[in-house]
């Protein structure tokens, strides 16, 4: 996809270990429904009980933003103070003209098992979908205004749906051992809708893409590396080490060298725009579907599901 020259405008940095606060009330991502494609394929214990809400730390080092998503008591599924938390950091990072590259990363034993299903359907029924806060970048680059610099991701446990979207959005990926991966949208009634369409498409080949979206089948982080999904490989518990090591070098590379190359690699995909941008309609689409409705009855219910195609 293209991106747009953005007018940067220093923000205050922050030197210590700070939050942005966020609640399900303050606003979501740009589109709407960009990211429920991924939320009933989220709570894979089949429990439907809500978890308090998240939060996202952010922590500066030099040139380089930690970015940390805060929820493990809710096997860090993506609810709507993640969101904005992730999509504010990110504007920071795109404007703050002493940060060069963002790590995202998650504090607790997954990564991030999906969306938080109840929460984003109830911040989109208050009105709080679409975000009013105009410093706010799409944490799944799904529309403008696009991040002009790089983001490395260290991932640990699951990252489900949502979650493997967010790694795939990433342009550097690192993987604990026990990192699993898996788009499993169609078997919940809807497809995904964070961006995996295109992405894993891209990235793994039509086949691989196909095998996984289309059956809902997990892999894990021999199968991602192998694939060319994520670009190294650690033991438990190291993975974030080695997402700040890399993340160090791109710090310590000349800026405008850096941001020029993301700008010419996303010309080669400007086609990709359009089909982004059309994820969110089609998603909203689908969602009014009965399938997808027979999903969320059969997760509440814990039952398998009966789709009938309509």
């Known amino acids: 996809m293209t991106h747009e020259n953005q007018q940067k405008r ?60 805060d929820r493990p008591h809710g096997q860090n599924r993506f609810d709507p103070a993640m969101i904005i938390g992730v999509g504010k950091a990110y504007y920071q990072l795109e404007h703050d003209d002493g940060l060069q590259v963002a790590v995202l990363h998650s504090l607790g034993p997954d990564f991030c098992n999906g969306l938080d299903v109840p929460a984003y ?96 089948e997990e892999w894990d982080a021999t199968e991602a590396h192998r694939l060319g999904l994520v670009q190294a490989i650690t033991a438990p518990g190291k993975q974030l080490e080695r997402a700040i090591e890399i993340a160090t070098k791109i710090a310590a590379a000349a800026p405008l060298g850096v941001r020029a190359t993301l700008a010419s690699a996303h010309q080669a995909l400007a086609g990709e725009e359009a089909a982004l941008l059309a994820i969110a309609p089609a998603f909203a689409k689908i969602l009014q579907s009965e399938d997808a409705r027979e999903a969320l009855r059969a997760q509440a219910d814990h039952r398998s599901p009966v789709y009938r195609g309509q």
């Open 121 to 216: 359907v109830a911040a989109q029924a208050s009105g709080v979908l679409p975000p009013k806060d105009p410093e706010f970048i799409n944490p799944l680059g799904l529309r403008p205004p696009y991040r002009t610099k790089p983001v490395v991701v260290a991932v640990q446990g699951r990252a489900m749906s949502v979650g493997d979207e967010l790694v795939m959005s990433a342009d550097i990926r690192v993987a604990s051992r026990d990192a699993v991966f898996g788009q499993l949208e169609v078997t919940h009634g809807v497809f995904p809708g964070g961006g995996a369409t295109l992405r894993l498409t891209r990235e793994a080949g039509w086949g691989n893409a196909m095998y996984h979206m289309l059956t809902g």
């Open 10 to 69: 220093p923000s205050a940095g922050v030197d210590r270990r700070d939050l942005i606060a966020t609640a399900a009330g303050a606003g979501v991502f740009a589109s709407g429904l960009s990211l429920a494609g991924s939320t009933l394929a989220q709570d894979n214990s089949g429990a439907a009980t809500a978890a308090a809400p998240g939060r996202v730390v952010v922590e500066r080092r030099a040139g380089v933003l930690l970015v940390g998503m």
